[in-house]
């Protein structure tokens, strides 16, 4: 544990470059896990389990804007750095903290920025109601694995679509780097915690372990053998509308690709759903 000593943070691409060539010339390897901040348990898990694959761990904090929509929370999302690195200082997993500017990951500026063209499934699940945001996420996850140059990338389950979409990008393009899941962290409850719970009041947040549990049925009927998919995404939707929550979706789908499900037997499925609660939109899956 290093849990009184700050954690060594840097602003720039050439400092990046300079603590990963001393490492390098060391031989060690580097896992990396880049995050948007506002920091909890689930982003630390995740540099716990880069710890456990490498002996040098990068975490990056950048609100990415090219993931956002025109009238999503870009400008409200919660920016805390100086509590997030306490907390990775007290957690003492991460040896590099890289919190780059805009001109730093988009030196040409957004405009005129080289944009990556994700598969159809950037169009489905979450990217159906949110045009364009895989991209986003694929255009930042490049330019920094092309700046960390990791061995191992680790990304979370919580965002399953864009782990799959981000491993596809990863085997498409030929980037030479390794990609690990970390499981999905949640509150006592069941809700998977996520920097938007902080947007949810304390009705809300009442109301919003109904995903998990929604998900949780559908899974538990599944693992029944039941194989009427549209009988259960709807009743899960009921369920998530009787619980005041507006449903985006509730899908089960093939876990190694995100295919439609088939009602093969021996088919690894997911289910994931999306669900509005007031302004905050969440979202969560379970593997069955
Ligand atoms: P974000 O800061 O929300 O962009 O997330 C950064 C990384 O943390 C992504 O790989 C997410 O999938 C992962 N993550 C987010 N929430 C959780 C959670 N509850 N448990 C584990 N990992 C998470």
């Known amino acids: 544990m290093r849990a009184t000593n700050a954690v060594r943070t840097v602003q720039t691409v050439s400092a990046v470059r300079a603590a990963i060539g001393e490492w390098r010339a060391a031989g060690q390897k580097i896992a990396f896990a880049p995050t948007m901040g506002n920091l909890h348990a689930?982003?630390?898990?995740?540099?716990?389990?880069?710890?456990?694959?490498?002996?040098?761990?990068?975490?990056?904090?950048?609100?990415?804007?090219?993931?956002?929509?025109?009238?999503?929370?870009?400008?409200?999302?919660?920016?805390?750095?100086?509590?997030?690195?306490?907390?990775?200082?007290?957690?003492?997993?991460?040896?590099?903290l890289f919190v780059p500017h805009l001109a730093e990951i988009y030196p040409f500026g957004i405009e005129h920025?080289?944009?990556?063209?994700?598969?159809?499934?950037?169009?489905?699940?979450?990217?159906?109601?949110?045009?364009?945001?895989?991209?986003?996420?694929?255009?930042?996850?490049?330019?920094?694995?092309?700046?960390?140059?990791?061995?191992?990338?680790v990304l979370g389950q919580k965002d399953y679509q864009q782990f799959v979409l981000m491993q596809r990008m990863i085997a498409d393009l030929r980037m030479p780097v390794e990609l690990r899941m970390g499981p999905t962290l949640r509150e006592p409850d069941g809700l998977a915690m996520s920097s938007r719970n902080r947007y949810l009041d304390t009705s809300q947040r009442r109301q919003a372990p109904a995903l998990h549990g929604a998900l949780a049925r559908v899974c538990e009927r599944l693992r029944g053998a039941s194989i009427d998919f549209a009988r259960l995404t709807a009743e899960a939707r009921a369920e998530l509308e009787r619980a005041g929550l507006r449903p985006d979706y509730v899908e089960i789908r093939r876990l190694v690709d995100l295919a439609a499900a088939?009602?093969?037997?021996?088919?690894?499925?997911?289910?994931l759903g999306a669900a509005w609660l007031g302004r905050t939109r969440l979202i969560d899956n379970l593997f069955v």
Do not use: W
């Open 42 to 96: 689930g982003h630390l898990s995740l540099a716990k389990l880069a710890a456990e694959v490498a002996p040098r761990v990068v975490m990056s904090i950048f609100v990415n804007p090219t993931q956002f929509g025109p009238s999503e929370d870009f400008a409200v999302y919660p920016r805390t750095l100086a509590e997030d690195a306490e907390l990775i200082a007290a957690a003492g997993h991460v040896d590099l």
């Open 113 to 153: 920025a080289v944009r990556v063209q994700l598969p159809p499934l950037a169009a489905e699940l979450c990217g159906a109601s949110r045009p364009g945001h895989f991209d986003g996420v694929g255009a930042v996850v490049c330019r920094l694995v092309n700046i960390v140059t990791p061995d191992v990338l």
């Open 262 to 271: 088939t009602a093969d037997p021996g088919e690894r499925r997911v289910v």
